[in-house]
């Protein structure tokens, strides 16, 4: 019986390399917001699904960044440390010092009061850089031009905006040097907030990522542009469960202008102002997003068993007509 083995970069590293087999990740920035709190992480590549590999983040302990020839170890073990205490120099340290592949490794980490640390080994592939600012850090391996790092902290110290829009513009200033020497694949961010008493669960500002795509920075600003969007609903929902009623359909209103073809926020506002007995100011919003999706006719008519509209045939008749 013929006999079939898989091949596995690990045991062809512990068999002959003594070393990682190759680079997968290219350029990123983690940075905090000293405002906010925030911390985040965003990060481009010539390598599918990078974000699943380079960059963890978790609410109100820090952010990692470990690639070139990445050990995705570094991230669960740095968090893990500066959970406990430790700042992100002291972790990143004790790291390298149990790692007999440092010289190879691209590593950087920052914690919840905005230490930083970041290392390039002496064997990461030219052009390779990193640079540490006030919050922040960028760093990248496999650069076409020597330029990619200063013009990744020029950008993020130059934007203003919010955390993630300040990461984004340091990315797009790392594509416009000539970016990673093999192309560009793959891209993700990833924003958390600054609390230690947030669960991971519900310390998520943004988590995008981009596997594989021709333009992947491209697609990523486009997805951090929905994301605002929803981001806004969320807010709108929670408001209006608080009872900060106002607040709420303000932030609808908000939404809505963001991103005027998403006929779910127009759907779902209307909905919200006929439960609070507002049908009139509804019926605009109802009869926008049925030209757009008419099925959210269909959609009217299953809500009121779940408690979501009135159950007054008349009230549903007003919205029905909107779609005629």
Not at 12 to 36: C, G, K
Request: with cysteine; glycine share 8%.
């Amino acid at each position: 019986m013929a006999a079939f083995f898989s091949w596995s970069p690990v045991l062809a590293q512990e068999a002959h390399l003594n070393r990682p087999l190759r680079p997968t990740n290219t350029f990123s920035i983690i940075a905090r917001d000293p405002e906010s709190g925030e911390l985040g992480a965003a990060v481009q590549t010539h390598w599918f699904a990078v974000g699943v590999r380079v960059i963890r983040t978790e609410p109100g302990v820090g952010v990692v960044a470990t690639q070139s020839f990445t050990d995705p170890s570094y991230a669960p073990l740095g968090l893990e440390m500066m959970k406990a205490g430790k700042t992100a120099p002291q972790a990143l340290k004790g790291l390298l010092a149990a790692d007999s592949n440092a010289s190879v490794r691209q590593v950087a980490m920052l914690d919840a009061s905005g230490n930083v640390a970041s290392h390039t080994g002496s064997k990461n592939i030219q052009n390779a850089c990193n640079i540490s600012g006030e919050n922040y850090s960028v760093q990248a391996n496999m650069m076409k031009n020597s330029t990619v790092c200063s013009a990744m902290a020029q950008a993020f110290e130059a934007t203003s905006g919010e955390l993630a829009d300040r990461m984004y513009a340091a990315l797009e200033a790392a594509q416009k040097e000539g970016g990673d020497i093999r192309g560009r694949q793959s891209a993700s961010l990833q924003v958390v907030k600054g609390d230690k008493g947030v669960p991971l669960w519900q310390g998520w500002v943004y988590s995008l990522r981009v596997d594989d795509h021709k333009t992947p920075l491209k697609e990523l600003g486009r997805l951090l542009s929905v994301a605002k969007t929803y981001r806004l609903l969320n807010e709108g929902d929670r408001y209006v469960v608080e009872g900060r009623i106002e607040e709420g359909l303000e932030a609808y209103r908000t939404a809505e202008k963001m991103d005027p073809g998403n006929h779910e926020a127009l759907f779902w506002h209307a909905v919200t102002l006929a439960e609070l007995n507002r049908v009139e100011e509804s019926l605009p919003l109802f009869r926008k997003a049925f030209r757009l999706w008419p099925d959210w006719k269909e959609m009217v008519t299953r809500l009121p068993k779940a408690g979501l509209l009135p159950e007054d045939p008349k009230i549903l008749a007003q919205i029905l007509e909107q779609g005629n």
